[in-house]
């Protein structure tokens, strides 16, 4: 898929496939070689557990910031509020390590569930194994996948494409129970979030994803700086810059998205000046920011911008 933008101007190929479990495998396979590298007497290695815990910030964020653009948005699914993994996006050599350290069994598995989500409602657990989805049998659904490396992925595309506010019946496995869980999914934004992973602090967009970096992620230092961040590359969604010509240019397009994307997270309950505290740490370690392309303001005039513009308003906002 094309991606049309960059928060810190990094280009992507537009040959670029977007599935979140091939990034994950890719990352703990990198997270691998590291550890062993650095501590090879460790028994249960740390970073299946760092990684999981920035995915689980990027669920509860792209939930949260999914639901209120719903009245936005032209392109909507049902939101869960569910992060989904399976041992198979993970190499072989990484799965033992991974088993131990994420308690991840041969059903696809609740990795996370945001707070105040349907799922959260309906008392869905992370660690719950997902046994069907309306009767539908996962363990045959990953025997007859093409690629049960992206299992957790299509389980994913299954829950988002359940009716909002239509019920959708879970049968789990909690602790060697059999536990069974109706959510009512809610209306969102068709938008998938993604961590990525990369060399420097980026994120992305296109037509349907927001992809924010592993190194993105783990410099915010609050989930209100990260739901800014990622609220910018929604709203780029929300205004179809990647399929549709405006006549504005890459400026105006950048400019609306920092207003839209910081409206959109106040509007989801984060708190907009502790997520601008991103943009002086950025400055300082943006060595190259002199050289980069003037698309974007600077840092402290994208601050300015979005005090001006977005610290208040309705909600949902207006386009």
């Known amino acids: 898929m094309l991606v049309t933008d960059s928060l810190f101007l990094t280009s992507t190929s537009p040959n670029q496939r977007w599935h979140r479990r091939r990034i994950i495998a890719c990352m703990f396979a990198l997270g691998s070689m590291l550890i062993h590298g650095v501590a090879e007497a460790q028994s249960v290695p740390a970073w299946p557990v760092a990684l999981r815990a920035q995915l689980v910030r990027m669920t509860d964020v792209g939930y949260r910031l999914s639901t209120t653009a719903a009245p936005l948005c032209t392109e909507k699914s049902g939101q869960t509020g569910l992060l989904i993994d399976h041992i198979a996006a993970y190499g072989d050599t990484d799965q033992a390590a991974v088993r131990t350290a994420l308690g991840l069994t041969d059903l696809p598995q609740v990795a996370a569930v945001a707070p105040d989500s349907a799922a959260a409602k309906a008392g869905v657990l992370p660690g719950d194994d997902i046994l069907a989805i309306e009767g539908r049998d996962t363990a045959a659904i990953l025997a007859r996948s093409a690629a049960p490396q992206l299992i957790a992925d299509e389980i994913e595309e299954m829950l988002a494409s359940a009716t909002p506010g239509k019920p959708l019946h879970l049968a789990l496995r909690r602790s060697g129970r059999s536990v069974s869980a109706e ?19 980026e994120a992305f967009s296109d037509a349907r994803n927001v992809g924010l970096g592993i190194k993105l992620v783990a410099f915010t230092g609050s989930d209100d700086e990260l739901a800014l961040v990622a609220g910018h590359e929604l709203a780029h969604i929300v205004y179809h810059d990647a399929t549709v010509k405006s006549g504005l240019g890459q400026r105006a397009k950048e400019d609306r998205a920092d207003v839209l994307g910081a409206s959109l997270a106040r509007c989801a309950g984060y708190d907009v000046e502790r997520g601008l505290k991103f943009w002086p740490r950025y400055k300082k370690q943006d060595w190259l920011r002199f050289f980069r392309d003037p698309s974007h303001r600077s840092p402290d005039a994208r601050v300015a911008l979005i005090r001006a513009k977005a610290v208040d308003g309705p909600c949902p906002p207006r386009l």
């Open 183 to 201: 959510l009512l999914p809610v209306e969102g934004c068709a938008a998938r979030f993604v961590v990525k992973t990369g060399k420097g602090i």
